[in-house]
């Protein structure tokens, strides 16, 4: 049904210079039928380096004291897996004059994750001493 839609107003919106906009997230699969008149935009994920230059940045412009490099390094850590723009936005968030609360920005990332369908996690007590037959 959707494919068929979209195959109806394809020439519409071509005459009238206008495009339609499917937006998706991860796991996404454009049916074969229409491979050849969509295009897919993918947003790579940015790198540590990345991260680390988006959270300099929000230090810089709200005038907070930048945290140690340790401290830099945990911002990094539990924004890791976020696109730039999520990044961004939860870190902002997650400022205050005192600084950066690091557990509400995992928390934020824990968010993120679960709003994926099929993602989830786990906030078990467990540990790796909990596990039979590993021993250190």
Known sequence: MIIQGIWNVRDQFKAK???LVLLGTTGVTVPSELTQDVLVL?????????????????FTDSKV???KPEGMEKAVEAIIGLSAF??????????????????D????????????RGLKVWRGSESADDIWGMKR
């Open 17 to 19: 210079g206008s495009t």
């Open 42 to 58: 993918d947003e790579p994920l940015p790198t540590a380096a990345e991260l680390n230059k988006i959270v300099d940045q929000i």
């Open 65 to 67: 004291p930048k945290p």
């Open 86 to 103: 999520q990044a961004e936005q939860r870190t902002a968030m997650c400022l205050s004059r005192n600084g950066l609360d690091y557990d």
């Open 105 to 116: 920005l995992w928390e934020a990332k824990r968010q993120a994750i679960e709003q994926v």
